[in-house]
């Protein structure tokens, strides 16, 4: 009923930039928070950023000054810039939503499917 659908990874040189989107479709009433994760292989999932609906965000130790977390309410979508790009950084990105779908509901948690960020020479 709802759907994430992240676009925007790829491979990157250290020290490169990319620009990370995910578009929330499907019965949507509205989104609160709305954020990006991380896993790198044999790793946690972990939390890289995230912005509520009034445009407050937070952001994991390791990302803060590079990466910066937008939103566009019109078009229920979530962006991630991410800036000087470190070989750490490598990992499955992952969109993630709270989403209410009618007036009634409590939010609940949907999720992309994971696009792959690689940094590497």
């Known amino acids: 009923q709802v759907q994430l659908v992240e676009s925007g990874g790829g491979l990157v040189q250290p020290g490169g930039s990319l620009r990370l989107s995910c578009a929330a479709s499907?019965?949507?009433?509205?989104?609160?928070?709305m954020g990006w994760y991380r896993q790198a292989p044999g790793k946690q999932r972990d939390l890289v950023a995230a912005?509520?609906?009034?445009?407050?965000?937070n952001y994991a130790d390791s990302v803060r000054g590079r990466f910066t977390i937008s939103r566009d309410n019109a078009k229920n979508t979530v962006y991630l810039q991410m800036n000087s790009l470190k070989p750490e950084d490598t990992a499955v990105y992952y969109c993630?939503?709270?989403?209410?779908?009618?007036?009634?509901?409590?939010?609940?948690?949907?999720w992309g499917q994971g696009t792959q960020v690689t940094v590497s020479s």
């Open positions: 993630n939503a709270a989403v209410r779908t009618n007036w009634l509901s409590t939010p609940q948690n949907y």
């Open positions: 912005i509520t609906s009034g445009d407050s965000a």
């Open positions: 499907g019965s949507i009433f509205s989104i609160n928070r």
